[in-house]
């Protein structure tokens, strides 16, 4: 599943289904910043449980 963020109420992750449908219905421009948004995003996460970790190291 991939997520666009966290929500207590409820999970707003998508599947990888929705992920091909949502893309499908993208123009070339629209999905090329989605595309950069996506991997931006994967980015931070990946910096942010590198931080986390790291953090819990150090104590």
Wanted: a positive charge; aromatic letters at 8%; charged letters at 40%.
């Amino acid at each position: 599943m991939l997520g666009f963020g966290k929500s207590k109420e409820y999970d707003v992750r998508l599947t990888e289904k929705q992920m091909q449908e949502l893309a499908k219905n993208m123009t070339k421009q629209e999905r090329k910043e989605f595309d950069k948004r996506q991997k931006q995003a994967k980015s931070d996460r990946e910096w942010d449980a590198l931080m986390m970790a790291e953090l819990f190291l150090d104590n």
